[in-house]
């Protein structure tokens, strides 16, 4: 499975769930990222805080690891019962208490502008 957020994360560590507004989770460019920063989610971003969030599709990983400045993109394994997210997002994906890293894919996710509108297009308006 794939996770893709925060830098700098080691084969072996643990990715646990952080707050909404921990100040990681930020980019100029992203909405979603100041919304969340504030304090204040957009409507219709439903996601758990207290969840870890992982998928099958590696490329919609990527776009969350995007959300972060050079953001990592890390190959995972869930660790505690899996709760489907299938109805809210694009792709299969679930929720876990935590997520083991396994492997750093891309340890420095930075995509160019026209990348990142063709994610947002792509998956965020899906």
């Known amino acids: 499975m794939w996770h893709g957020g925060v830098p700098g994360l080691n084969a072996g560590d643990m990715i646990t769930p952080q707050a909404l507004n921990a100040g990681q989770h930020l980019r100029d460019d992203c909405p ?3 919304a969340r920063a504030n304090g204040t989610p957009l409507a219709g971003d439903d996601n758990d805080p207290t969840l870890v969030y992982v998928t099958t599709d590696r490329e919609y990983a990527r776009l969350y690891a995007a959300g972060y400045p050079n953001g990592g993109l890390y190959v995972v394994e869930p660790v505690g019962e899996l709760v489907d997210r299938g109805a809210h997002d694009p792709v299969p994906s679930w929720g876990c208490e935590a ?18 509108r063709r ?4 998956w965020l308006n899906a």
Do not use: F, N
Not at 99 to 116: G, M
């Open 99 to 116: 997520a083991r890293v396994l492997s750093v894919y891309d340890p420095c996710v930075s995509p160019t502008a026209k990348e990142a």
């Open 32 to 34: 979603t990222c100041q």
């Open 119 to 122: 994610m947002v297009r792509r």
